[in-house]
């Protein structure tokens, strides 16, 4: 069965750095992964897709990169700032293109002022 | 963005009684919904899967019949908790797929924390 792991379970950096969060995958690649951005006692909110033939999307501070060779997806926050402090999540889609997602447990990260 | 609202965000109720959560696309149509459910530091878990005027496709042990799923509209879907117990005390999110283009993506509502006292 697909697995999906998010190495760190907390990350913490200092205001201005890049943080850099990780998502490894098993298995079959997946038609596209994306990053959800979860604050305590709330929903997950959507920041990107990324589709399996694109290597690297960008939006804003934020930059995902698929490795599809690696089974890898590296999320970046550039130029990182407290609030950006929040769990991360890496999903992944199973069955198809229209298939449902499969979650990791995400990465805290805590951006220090 | 897509918006998804859900409604109660709390509830706390007896043990044995009924919970029914309200999950809403805002401002698109979704064919597809979804229900999660979060414990503590653990991972969003598929408890199923609703299509708009068809049964729910429910994940392996999750009762059916323990959570009711109502699709009755391309805006809302809704979970009813029935005989509610206190290990079914959790934060449930819906979520709602955007059909957009080839590659769907997901938005979620806020959630919401059942407690069974």
């Known amino acids: 069965s697909q697995k999906i792991e998010q190495n760190s379970e907390a990350l913490n950096i200092q205001e201005g750095k890049t943080a850099t969060l990780t998502c490894n995958y098993t298995n079959y690649s997946p038609a596209y992964l994306q990053w959800y951005r979860q604050d305590p006692g709330r929903g997950p909110v959507f920041l990107l897709l990324?589709?399996?033939?694109?290597k690297e999307k960008r939006k804003e501070r934020l930059k995902v990169t698929f490795d599809t060779t690696l089974k890898q997806s590296l999320f970046h926050i550039t130029a990182s700032q407290p609030a950006d402090s929040a769990t991360y999540l890496c999903a992944l889609n199973y069955g198809g293109s229209q298939g449902n997602l499969i979650f990791g447990k995400g990465t805290k990260l805590s951006v220090k002022p | 963005g897509a918006v998804v609202s859900q409604h109660p965000s709390r509830v706390i109720c007896k043990s044995g009684t009924s919970v029914k959560i309200e999950c809403r696309s805002l401002d698109f149509q979704a064919t597809t919904m979804f229900w999660y459910r979060q414990f503590p530091k653990q991972s969003l878990m598929l408890m199923a899967t609703s299509n708009e005027g068809s049964k729910a496709t429910y994940e392996q042990g999750v009762e059916k019949d323990k959570f009711l799923i109502n699709h009755a509209s391309l805006t809302l879907s809704t979970l009813t908790v029935t005989s509610a117990h206190p290990e079914d005390s959790s934060f449930y999110i819906c979520?709602?797929?955007?059909?957009?283009?080839?590659?769907?993506?997901?938005?979620f509502g806020p959630g919401t924390r059942l407690t069974v006292t």
């Open positions: 979520s709602a797929r955007d059909r957009t283009g080839v590659y769907y993506e997901q938005y």
């Open positions: 990324i589709r399996e033939n694109e």
